[in-house]
């Protein structure tokens, strides 16, 4: 029995990582990350208690005479939910579009098809779907800092592990990067300056330095959450009950994911820049190089073949 020829696209490394990244984007687009959230503070009770199939309007009177309480109830919790959403869905956003950064770091025709030259790639798959699982699992503990810190701390290991990957590879990869096309063609300075313009944002930046300082500012939220348990009467001496450290504890982690993502963006803007500035210089190259050759053409004195015979009357 002869075996399948593979689609050649499955060898694209670019194709490979979207495929591994598909499952959370899914689960963005299914809401289950909402359903999860509303499920650990308690508002699905809320709605399921209230509503009532033969009271339509009485039921959406009493679903927000019983929203309102919520809310003022369970508001740090959902600045965290708030807060955890925004950094799912800028990572997710972002590493979409991280991958057709990659992809672009080549000329036509040399972007990397070997998948088995990646290294740690069987690493990749347990990554993607890894992160969706601690996403998951962060959002079912909205109401419990001490263990949502825990996982914090978790996926900053798990932040590095896959830095590193990436690192490893771009090492290689512009190591081995060479331009097949001529010299003077506009297309090399392109992949040069998007390529100058990934090592800056990827390997130039303190990348680990950032991860380090969140899992810090995590490790310091954990035990503030310890407090409580351990000096209750010197707390309750300054009025910080164990209620008041939760509402503390789960605002700072809110802040510190927040901060994480405004150093990130504030990162990736600069690197879309140099990407802008590229591209501009790409443009205008190749516009000139389009004026020099008509120009060139122009100046041809038009020729005819040897044998011609004169024009007749």
Request: aromatic share 8%; hydrophobic share 50%; charged share 20%.
């Amino acid at each position: 029995m002869k075996t399948p020829k593979l689609d050649p696209r499955d060898k694209r490394v670019v194709n490979r990582l979207r495929r591994a990244s598909n499952l959370s984007d899914w689960l963005i687009s299914t809401g289950l990350f909402t359903l999860i959230a509303q499920w650990a503070l308690g508002y699905n009770l809320v709605v399921t208690e209230a509503f009532d199939l033969s009271d339509i309007t009485g039921s959406l009177r009493k679903i927000l005479d019983a929203t309102l309480p919520f809310l003022r109830r369970e508001w740090p919790g959902i600045i965290l939910a708030l807060a955890l959403y925004f950094w799912f869905w800028s990572y997710r956003t972002h590493t979409n579009a991280e991958m057709d950064i990659l992809d672009g770091l080549y000329p036509e025709g040399q972007s990397p098809a070997n998948w088995d030259k990646v290294t740690n790639k069987r690493f990749i798959h347990v990554l993607a779907v890894g992160i969706v699982t601690v996403f998951m699992l962060l959002a079912a503990l909205l109401h419990h800092p001490t263990l949502f810190a825990l996982i914090m701390v978790a996926l900053s290991c798990q932040d590095i592990f896959g830095n590193e990957i990436l690192r490893d590879n771009l090492r290689r990869i512009f190591a081995e990067f060479r331009c097949d096309l001529p010299e003077d063609d506009p297309r090399c300075a392109l992949h040069a300056g998007r390529q100058a313009a990934a090592r800056h944002y990827w390997l130039d930046r303190p990348q680990l330095l950032r991860i380090a300082v969140m899992m810090s500012a995590t490790v310091l939220v954990l035990a503030l959450t310890q407090l409580p348990a351990s000096f209750p009467a010197q707390l309750a001496g300054i009025g910080l009950t164990g209620d008041r450290t939760r509402i503390i504890a789960t605002l700072a982690l809110a802040a510190i994911i927040v901060g994480n993502e405004l150093v990130m963006r504030n990162w990736r803007r600069v690197r879309d820049e140099e990407l802008l500035t590229v591209e501009i210089a790409f443009d205008e190259a190749q516009s000139a190089r389009a004026a020099v050759e008509k120009s060139a053409a122009g100046d041809l004195p038009a020729t005819g073949g040897g044998d011609a015979a004169p024009p007749t009357a």
